[in-house]
């Protein structure tokens, strides 16, 4: 079972670079998603994480669904509802670990972690007839564009990184550990400077300081340098939908495909791997934020 999520869901990545197009990017680009920008969100309203978000976002622009709803046969079926005849599921996985006890050298009990991974298919709610109305209600208008934008330049100066601005290239300098970014009015929009920002402060999260994420990298171009590009990527993508935000491919895309596929097409877990770097970053950059703006929010949800 393993050896099928991972091959399944790195072949439809794989398909998507070869027709030139980023999965993680097709929410926004592809226009199939009307309203608030979300991540997709478990029957409970939580959101999914890592690989799974870039699986349903792909999967939801493949079947021009609107909703980010996601559930099971069996949580359809404990709302009262069912799932439309000749409907099929999506794949989604959920990752663990699961401790055995061995007997070690010295003759004692010793336990050991296993990671495992397993699939399960869900299906969105346009699939389903039956569920409680607020399923169905579509998602409302975007807030207006400014304050929206206010939010995101919140978000990132609480990070705290050290962000400097001037010359015309986006980059991540590890020796200075600061974030270099072109002036903001030299962007073509708010979204693509906020955008790039992100994929940058991703990078600043890989910081031995931080979260000490290596990626192999030896040399400009080389394999560890696309894998650290791929997280880079996908956090930015992440963050992209925490912040509302409505990125637009970059220029530099297209030469970082080739090299993505070498590594995705080489190891059928790169692609999880990623995800999971990315996820990381993006938590890690949340946690940067005060709490009690996060307590805020649990009262604004309420």
């Known amino acids: 079972m ?20 980023l999965s993680w990017l097709k929410p926004w680009s592809n226009g199939n998603l009307e309203g608030k920008i979300t991540k997709p969100l478990r029957h409970n309203g939580m959101p999914y994480n890592g690989i799974n978000i870039l699986m349903l976002w792909g999967a939801s622009v493949e079947a021009g669904y609107l909703s980010s709803y996601w559930m099971t046969f069996r949580q359809a079926k404990e709302l009262g509802a069912h799932v439309k005849k000749g409907e099929c599921g999506n794949l989604v996985v959920y990752a663990n ?6 007997e070690g050298e010295n ?10 991974m397993k699939g399960y298919s869900v299906f969105n709610v346009e699939q389903i007839e ?10 409302e208008a975007m807030i207006d564009p400014a304050l929206r934008i206010d939010h995101a330049e919140e978000f990132f100066n609480r990070t705290r990184a050290d962000i400097r601005h001037g010359g015309n290239r986006a980059y991540y300098s590890c020796g200075g550990d600061h ?12 979204e693509a400077y906020y955008a790039t920002l992100a994929h940058e402060l991703t990078h600043w999260t890989k910081h031995k300081s931080r979260l000490d994420r290596e990626s192999g990298r030896k040399k400009w171009g080389d394999e560890g340098y696309a894998r650290e590009e791929l997280v880079a990527e996908l956090g930015a993508a992440f963050l992209c939908a925490d912040l509302e935000l409505m990125p637009e491919p970059g220029i530099d895309h297209a030469a970082y495909i080739q090299s993505w596929l070498k590594v995705l097409k080489e190891d059928k ?15 890690f950059l949340h ?10 929010k649990e009262g604004v949800a309420a």
């Open 2 to 21: 393993k050896k099928n999520v991972y091959q399944k869901v790195t072949d439809k990545i794989i398909a998507d670079l070869e027709q030139g197009e």
């Open 97 to 102: 670990t699961i401790t055995k006890t061995e």
């Open 107 to 116: 003759g004692q009990d010793e336990e050991r972690k296993i990671p495992f």
């Open 130 to 139: 039956g569920l409680p109305e607020h399923y169905y209600t579509k998602p």
């Open 179 to 190: 974030v270099q970014m072109p002036y903001f009015e030299t962007f073509r929009s708010p």
């Open 269 to 283: 877990r790169a692609i999880f791997s990623a995800a999971a770097h990315a996820q990381r970053a993006a938590d």
């Open 287 to 296: 946690g940067c934020q005060p709490v009690i703006e996060e307590e805020d």
